[in-house]
């Protein structure tokens, strides 16, 4: 019997990144964030725990960090599959629950609207928004439960 072996598996090497960000306080619970080359924000709690309505919070923040991954992770992928988009629009909901002596966050629920301009789009579409929900890498970064809820539909037909 011939036996063959395989050539061994050339190991693809991945760049790593790094994301740098400032804070600084400013007054009671508020603060300004800031990164090299954008705009700053003003940040602080939320109203139900003693900060600002109408300022961004952290909690704000991390739900919009995991629609705004699941977003632009659909986009690159359906831009190279070439999907004809119309528009996407996303709300989400971020649930923080008191859970084992402190609050966390348990559920992310998206509720992606996509429209495509074909029919046979839509179940491209559809496959493309899980493996987008599998690979986005903020909601694989979160131990929160993450839950997407697309609606795809196609204008004008």
């Known amino acids: 019997m011939e036996q063959t072996t395989a050539a061994p598996s050339q190991t693809l090497k991945r760049k790593s990144f790094k994301y740098h960000v400032n804070v600084a306080w400013?007054?009671?619970?508020?603060?300004t964030l800031s990164s090299e080359g954008k705009p700053s924000i003003r940040v602080a709690s939320p109203p139900e725990f003693k900060g600002e309505a109408g300022t961004w919070s952290p909690e704000d923040l991390f739900v919009a960090a995991v629609n705004a991954c699941t977003m632009?992770?659909?986009?690159?992928?359906?831009?190279?599959?070439q999907i004809p988009l119309?528009?996407?629009?996303?709300?989400?909901?971020?649930?923080?629950?008191?859970?084992?002596?402190?609050?966390?966050?348990?559920?992310?629920?998206?509720?992606?609207?996509?429209?495509?301009?074909?029919?046979?789009?839509v179940i491209q579409a559809e496959q493309t928004m899980q493996t987008a929900h599998k690979t986005c890498l903020i909601a694989n970064s979160v131990k929160s439960q993450v839950?997407?809820?697309?609606?795809?539909?196609?204008r004008g037909e």
């Open 86 to 121: 119309v528009s996407y629009t996303s709300d989400a909901e971020g649930t923080l629950e008191f859970v084992d002596g402190g609050y966390t966050f348990t559920k992310v629920v998206l509720r992606p609207v996509v429209e495509v301009r074909t029919a046979d789009a």
């Open 26 to 31: 400013l007054e009671n619970r508020a603060g």
């Open 147 to 154: 839950v997407v809820e697309p609606v795809i539909s196609v």
């Open 72 to 81: 632009t992770t659909f986009i690159a992928l359906a831009t190279r599959l």
